[in-house]
């Protein structure tokens, strides 16, 4: 298991959900976000970041107990690039490549991390590593080297790391993942009552 540092983005409000908070909801009787972060935290012995919105918050209470650092992202609202650029200037330094991690895209397991992790190979020249789906779409997770660093730092408003991986060109190796697991995520209550229905519970 390499210890590569992984960033896990939990910082935006649910926009669709009405009124309820999607990383809050449970499956098996445990919140999504504590879901996501245990299986982070056993990815890698390095550091996992975790960018919430500023405390107080109950997204806190449901990472209680995990080894992490829980990072408040103070401009939450504006949107994911100012999760990913605070996340990034908290890598400690000399990072050499970081993990970032979605907290709503249940179906990832742990080894999927890891295999995108295993993966990373800076001298073939790639800068960019993505988990995809089985028939090759883009997901997540998503690692950056950190030559692209200070690009994601200057990121402003709701597009992630869109610009970034798009201006990377042919320097992105997709990793591809079991099923449809790097691109599952629940938006709505419809999306996660059809996902409980179809595994049974």
């Known amino acids: 298991m390499k210890d590569f540092s992984l960033i896990l983005l939990a910082a935006r ?5 009405g009124g309820r908070d999607k990383l809050l909801e449970e499956i098996a009787g445990e919140p999504l976000l504590r879901r996501l972060a245990r299986r982070a935290r056993a990815a890698t012995a390095g550091p996992l970041i975790v ?18 650092l829980c990072l408040p992202v103070m401009a939450a609202a ?20 970081a ?23 800076p001298e073939t020249g790639k ?9 090759g779409k883009p997901g997540h997770p998503i690692v950056f080297h950190r030559e692209l660093f200070d690009q994601i730092k ?7 790391a869109r610009s970034v991986v798009a201006a990377a060109g042919d320097r992105v190796q997709l990793v591809p993942l079991e ?11 419809e999306a996660w009552a059809a996902w409980r229905a179809a595994r049974g519970n």
């Open 154 to 160: 200057s990121l402003a408003g709701d597009g992630g």
């Open 127 to 135: 800068r960019i590593w993505r988990g995809a789906t089985e028939s």
């Open 179 to 189: 099923g449809e697991r790097a691109r599952t995520d629940l938006d709505t209550p």
């Open 13 to 17: 409000a649910p926009r669709r959900m």
């Open 51 to 68: 960018a919430l919105p500023p405390p107080p918050h109950p997204r806190y209470q449901a990472l209680a107990g995990l080894e992490l």
């Open 78 to 97: 504006e949107g994911m690039n100012a999760s990913l650029r605070t996340a990034v200037a908290a890598l400690p330094e000399g990072c050499p490549w």
């Open 99 to 121: 993990m970032v991690l979605l907290a709503d895209l249940p179906e990832l397991e742990t080894a999927d991390l890891q295999k995108v992790a295993a993966a990373v190979a």
